[in-house]
């Protein structure tokens, strides 16, 4: 970062400070839908042919088959 960009170290402080907990919030969010994902069950694929087959069922069910 270069001086310019901040009018003090204050500023350039909690600029850092904000960008953190804006990266920490968004991993929260990320683990809280993988957590949901897991819950509802996916995320409990233990292979390639049982991820083809839940596709492929979906696909069905849509109609898209």
């Known amino acids: ?4 960009e901040f ?5 350039a402080i909690n600029y ?4 953190a907990r804006s990266q920490d919030e968004y991993y929260e ?9 897991e819950k509802s ?7 390639k042919e049982e991820l083809l ?3 492929k069922k979906y696909k069905m069910y849509d109609g898209l088959v």
């Open 1 to 4: 970062m270069a001086n310019e």
């Open 7 to 11: 009018n003090s170290k204050s500023e």
């Open 16 to 19: 850092l400070i904000k960008k």
């Open 29 to 37: 969010f990320v683990r809280n839908k993988i957590e949901k994902a």
């Open 41 to 47: 069950g996916h995320g409990t694929l233990n292979n």
């Open 53 to 55: 087959e839940k596709i």
